[in-house]
Each structure stands twice: as C-alpha cells, then as structure tokens.
C-alpha cells in the first residue's frame, strides 16, 4: 500500500447480522465528517461472509483480499461463520484471516467511559495495546497447521511464541501512543511463571521504552495482579501493552468496566495499513430489528481516520475523527441512545442525531 495524500478510498468490508445496520450508518457519519472537513471518501465496497457466499460462493472472496492489498485503510463488519450453511459453517474468523494475511500486529482497543453511559470505573481512560501476532495464540506451522496438538488421545500441547522482533514493534506502538496522552506505559506479563516468554516480552517493552522514549513512565504489572488493580483503580491507567491472550482478555475486561459491547471501538493495524472493527460480534439476536447500537464501530472508524490523518500529516482526516468522535460523544451525553443502553433511540434514530451533529459547525 501507498500512503499518498490523493488517495481517498477507504475500504468497507460487509458484515454479517447487525452488520447489515451498523455498517451503511458508520459509512454516513464517516462521509460527512470527511466531507464537513473539507476532504472526500471514494468507498470500495468488498463482499465477505454470508452475502459473499450468495454472490461469489464463497464467504471469503480472493477478489476482497486482492482488493484489500491495495487499501491503507478498511472498515471490517461483524461476521457471525456459525450462522453460514454447510460447507462453511463455523469454518472461519474474517478478522483473524485478515489480521494475518496483512500482518496486523497491533490491537488498540480503548476504554474511554462516555458521559449517560453507566460505567463500573467511573472516569476510565486508558488503552490496551495487544500484540496480535504470537504468544499461544501464534499460528504454529510446525504442526501441521494447528495452533494446537495431541501427541495422545488424554493429552493435549499447545506452545507459545514470543520473538524480539514482534516485541519490539508492539513496544514502539504503544509508547508512541503514549506521547500523545499521559506519558505512562504498563507492561503486563507473567514473568514469575512464564518467564521465558512472558519475560522476553517485559524485558524488550522495557527496554525499547528506556532507549528511545525516556520521556515516557514505565511499570509493569502481572497479569492477574492487573485484572485487580482495574477493578480498583481503573482511572489511573493510559497506555496498557499486553502480549496476545492477555491483551485478548484484559480488553474484554476494561471494555466491560468502562462501559458496555456496544460501545468497545478496536482499530487493527501494521505501519501501513488500518483496520476498524467493533469489539462486538453480529448480534443475530437482534439482527434486522433497527436496535443494534453503531456506537463502536462508529468509533472505530474515527480511530481509523485519525491513524490515518496522523500518517500522511493530513489535517483533514484529523479534524473528521474528532468531528465524528464528538458527534457521537455529545449524541449518548445529550440521552439519545440505543436499548442496549437503556435508550429508546433505534439505530436509525441515533444515526440521524450523530448526522446532525457531524455536520454542526
Ligand atoms: P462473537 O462470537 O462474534 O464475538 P458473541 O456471541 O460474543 O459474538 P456478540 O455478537 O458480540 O456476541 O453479542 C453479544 C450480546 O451483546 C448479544 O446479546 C448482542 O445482542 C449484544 N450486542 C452486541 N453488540 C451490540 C450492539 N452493537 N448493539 C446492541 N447490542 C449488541
Ligand atoms: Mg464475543
């Protein structure tokens, strides 16, 4: 992918279930916030799941995946494969294909709480920045494909991967990100039992923290110390660096505490490339209902915009990711929102009101 400053294609990968409702309403507010900014948004429509099935017989088209190699930056629908017919029910994860097919290292998931939305950690601010590529959840060619295997029937091995390299880019990831807010990193590891592994990746964070970003406050914490200290004190959190399970399984944590599934906004990214997807899934429960709340992929896409702005110095994309962040802040703060927040505003309805104030000014 290039990053030129005249290319305005962004790339907008169908989704399954509420995909169908939150997707065309992100679209939207993402074309007048760019517009309202004074730049423009060519989209490029790419089938995946259960519609890619109906029109390419197939839930993954190698046409979206071609596509997608010449994007810088993509929004990626919720995908529900249990819900696909036979042969491919259940077969796969798009993100997780994605993710990897583009190398994806980098899983920023924010935990930022809303005014008018209850939260258990009133005043939570911090981000968890999750490596995306290895630890147990590494994709282990050596066997034979599978993350995992059993040498017996009663006994099963997985094996984790930490490499330097990967610690490295995730470190520099997150301590950038640092310089742009409280100037604090948490390294989270469990180097008291995983120490090899776990231990490579405190050391490394650590160290690309101590050389290159000395403006920038470190600790560490162990992982199961960290779900407590969460709980506790929330609030004193900014930058959280986690390697993969863990990073999997704090997000799902400070997602909950700072507010609820609706409003989790996640981007996945290389140094070149940006994907936004919710934290949520596609929702058949109420799939087709107008109930589904936009809210995280909405911004998702901001966070997007804003990776984006910030790679091609372009003020435009900056100045749309803070339009739209606002828009849908002041939006829940002003008591329009969705059931799953205890509103009574329908997707369409918290679409419009978002609409109109993107386009305030
Ligand atoms: P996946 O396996 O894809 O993560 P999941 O089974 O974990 O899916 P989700 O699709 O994330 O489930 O939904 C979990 C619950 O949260 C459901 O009851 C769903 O209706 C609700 N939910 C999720 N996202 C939203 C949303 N954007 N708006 C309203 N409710 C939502
Ligand atoms: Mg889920």
Excluded at 162 to 175: G, K, M, N, Q, S
Excluded at 184 to 197: E, F, G, P, Q, Y
Excluded at 277 to 300: C, E, F, V, Y
Aim: glycine content about 8%; aromatic content about 4%; overall charge negative.
């Amino acid at each position: 992918p290039t990053a030129n400053n005249s290319d305005k294609r962004i790339g907008v990968v169908l989704g399954d279930g509420i995909g169908h409702e939150i997707v065309p309403a992100t679209q939207r507010v993402v074309t007048a916030a760019v517009t309202a900014a004074g730049a423009d948004v060519d989209w490029v429509t790419l089938p995946l799941g259960l519609g890619a099935i109906e029109s390419h017989g197939t839930p993954m088209p190698d046409s979206t995946l071609a596509a997608l190699t010449e994007l810088d930056a993509w929004i990626l629908g919720p995908h529900d494969s249990a819900s696909y017919p036979e042969p491919f029910r259940g077969q796969l994860t798009p993100g997780g294909v994605i993710r990897k097919k583009f190398d994806l290292f980098a899983n920023i998931r924010p935990a930022r709480s809303l005014e008018g939305v209850a939260s258990m950690v009133p005043d939570m601010d911090l981000v968890i920045v999750r490596e995306n590529t290895e630890g147990l959840y590494a994709d282990r060619n050596m066997f034979a494909g599978s993350g995992e295997f059993m040498p017996t029937p009663d006994v099963a091995l997985a094996v984790g991967v930490v490499t330097r390299r990967a610690c490295e880019r995730i470190a520099h990831t997150a301590f950038t990100l640092a310089r742009t807010r409280r100037r604090h990193v948490t390294i989270v590891h469990k180097a008291n039992v995983l120490s090899m592994t776990t231990g490579l990746f405190r050391d490394v964070c650590r160290d690309v923290g101590v050389r290159h970003y000395p403006d920038v406050q470190i600790d560490d914490e162990h992982v199961d110390a960290m779900t407590a200290h969460l709980v506790r004190r929330g609030r004193d959190f900014d930058v959280v660096v986690a390697e993969n399970m863990f990073g999997d399984i704090l997000s799902d944590l400070t997602g909950e505490l700072s507010g609820s599934l609706g409003t989790a906004p996640s981007i996945n990214s290389s140094d070149t490339q940006v994907m936004a997807q919710a934290a949520h899934g596609a929702a058949p429960d109420i799939a087709g209902r107008n109930r589904a709340n936009p809210t995280a992929l909405m911004l998702s896409a901001a966070m997007m915009l804003d990776l984006l702005g910030e790679r091609r110095a372009d003020r435009h994309l900056i100045g749309a990711a803070t339009r739209l962040r606002e828009a849908v802040r002041s939006t829940i703060a002003s008591g329009v929102a969705t059931a799953d927040l205890g509103g009574l505003a329908s997707t369409s309805e918290f679409t419009e009101t978002v609409l109109a104030r993107t386009l305030r000014r």
